[in-house]
């Protein structure tokens, strides 16, 4: 298992730690002391709720308040199976998947059979403009900012999304970079292939010092 270690790479240490360690999810559990007193489903019900606090603040947007143009269905994004296949392809195995979903590597190896089905599925929700109501859910798991956690306040909550649903997700936001790519900030650096925002505070330093090189040179010696 040590020699293992060399090979590993370094996103997998904390697996091979487990496995070292001898470590299964039952021995990983994390008890609230706050609600620890609590059944699994009560204790369920409490964390669901301090985690919709942030989505609930607000009422949900209703679609009849929004004034969506007629598009003819010659404009309507529609994909070929090559290009699914390809997103399809490109699918990270060493990520999680939620229960009840495909396994990752599944997806992937089977790839050309599996693009021909999806592509329908694709392009069907884009002409009916409804996304597809399975990938509306998210499961949501706990995880402790501190251990052993004391309060609900204490826990964060990591989502996971059904493989299919990231992949159509992808193809949503590449849609929508490319539509606002000519009107887009050219000081946008997040969220930007090629760039980050390391690059947002190299931009500002150097903003910084040129306006103090400009100050200097213009006032009187």
Do not use: C
């Amino acid at each position: 298992m040590i020699s293992d270690l060399k090979s590993k790479k370094p996103s997998q240490w904390y697996s091979a730690l487990k496995r070292i360690s001898g470590l299964d999810e039952k021995s990983l559990e994390v008890k609230i002391s706050e609600i620890s007193h609590l059944d699994d489903k009560e204790q369920a019900e409490i964390l669901a709720d301090y985690f919709s606090q942030i989505p609930n603040e607000y009422e949900a947007l209703k679609s009849s308040d929004i004034d969506i143009p007629v598009v003819p269905d010659s404009e309507i994004p529609q994909f070929k199976p090559n290009q699914i296949w390809h997103h399809l392809t490109k699918i990270k195995t060493n990520k999680a998947t939620v229960p009840g979903d495909l396994p990752a590597k599944l997806i992937k190896e089977f790839a050309a059979y599996l693009a021909e089905p999806f592509t329908d599925i694709v392009n069907t929700s884009f002409r009916r403009e409804e996304y597809p109501q399975v990938y509306k859910y998210e499961t949501s798991t706990p995880v402790p900012k501190v251990i052993p956690p004391q309060k609900v306040t204490q826990m964060r909550n990591i989502n996971g999304l059904f493989t299919f649903d990231k992949v159509l997700e992808k193809l949503l936001s590449e849609l929508m970079v490319e539509d606002m790519k000519a009107k887009s900030d050219p000081k946008q650096f997040g969220n930007k292939k090629g760039s980050s925002i390391e690059h947002y505070l190299i931009s500002m330093i150097h903003r910084i010092l040129s306006a103090e090189k400009r100050i200097l040179l213009s006032s009187p010696i």
